[in-house]
């Protein structure tokens, strides 16, 4: 009895080193897999058998439990903007059918990238989650696809010209009356001139259509100054093409020191098609930091507006917690949404499902879905990758402790059976 017993005690020898092989096989063949998280046979001994006196012998070793490793792996610079790795604590979530089955699934991997739709997607197809932006660019609260691409960036219509400059002081006062459809230079115009100094800049309607406007400034006394805002009338309601057409003007008054002391202005703009009237305000600034008259030439060492054209998508980055930024063709810059992390109490008990998965399983509790580097959970590194946690050296001297475990083990069923053979020759 006693023989039989050690032949099937070395079978679950044998059972038990060849899962253990099974285990570092499958670690050493996905060593180069991104995200993968490497395993390890837990074994204990089986039930033993009690013997006359209270004496137990045992009766070999079991499988206890494949053990997942949730090591960091080593990260990985790729330089793709659209591959992303976990430094720290969490999963990617990722929404689809996989082999056959519709659901949230969770994944290291971050081979992520964009498809026709616009949508952040992983090479299979399935749709990354995370917290979508709105067209002002501010992060909402409700989980679901990310849509990166095929983005564009709405215009905005100008509102605010500021200027900053000098006018100089020894300027003439023009002769001729000042006429928006015939602004004529003094400058070698001493009889029919009608302004001193000119600017141009180009403003934006509702639209998002670029509008010229030249700037005129008109010396009325010392101190005293007119200015005039125009355009091509084609570029307004009522206006003729090819004609100049005021679309604002008014005063600005220096003192002694030529300091900007006083400013009025009016606006009419009524760009054609467009939202209209679009109010204009000009913003000359302070005496500290404005516009000034002092007896140097005329000339602008600032002009800028607030409006601009519409955008379409020209790249995007993802900063460490995950949000990712969109840099439009016409200069602005939003956010487009932000990629959620996934975190479990258990996470060595997810269910591995095939294609760089894990499923949620009972023993692994519920996922507490979140920002990253927020809860707990890992930062998000863009550009990089992460690797497999396995090590090849440690793998292959498991290998040898398994293969050596496998050897001895089918020794002991060797041995056992010689023994039985003597046995069977003592009524020769």
Known sequence: MGLMSSMYTGVTGLESNSTDLTVIGDNIANANTIGFKGSRAAFEDALSQNLIGGDQVGMGSRLQAIQKLMTQGALMNTGLVTDLAINGPGFFVVRGNHNGADGQFYTRAGQFTVDKDGNLVNLDGLMVQGYQADPAG?????????????????????????????????????PAAWSAANPVPL???????????????????????????????????????????????????????????????GTLTFDAQGNLTANTQTSNFNPIGAVNPQPLTFDFGSAATGMTQYGSTSAMSFLGQDGFAAG???RISIDNDGT???????????ALGQVALADFEAPDKLERIGGNLYGQMPGSGQPT????????RGS??????????????????????????FQANSKTINTADQLLGELMNLKR
Do not use: C, H
């Open 369 to 376: 879905i979140g920002q990253a580097s927020t809860g707990g």
């Open 138 to 174: 501010n992060i909402t609260g409700t989980l679901g696809d990310l849509r990166v691409g095929s983005v564009s960036a709405p215009p905005s219509a100008t509102a605010n010209i500021t200027l900053k400059g000098n006018l100089d002081s020894n300027s003439a006062v023009p």
């Open 380 to 405: 998000i590194v863009a550009g990089s990758l992460e690797g497999s946690n396995v090590d090849l050296a440690t793998e292959f001297v498991k290998m040898i402790s398994a293969q050596r475990g």
């Open 187 to 249: 400058a070698g115009n001493a009889t029919t001139g009608n302004y001193n100094f000119s600017t141009s800049t180009t403003v934006y309607d509702s639209l998002g259509n670029a509008i010229p406007v030249d700037i005129y400034f008109r010396k009325t006394a010392a101190g005293q100054w007119e200015w005039y805002g125009t355009t091509d009338g084609a570029n307004v309601t009522g206006g003729t093409a090819g004609t100049r057409t005021q679309i604002a003007n």
């Open 324 to 334: 990712i930024l969109g840099t439009f063709s016409n200069g602005q810059n939003r």
């Open 312 to 314: 379409q998508l020209a």
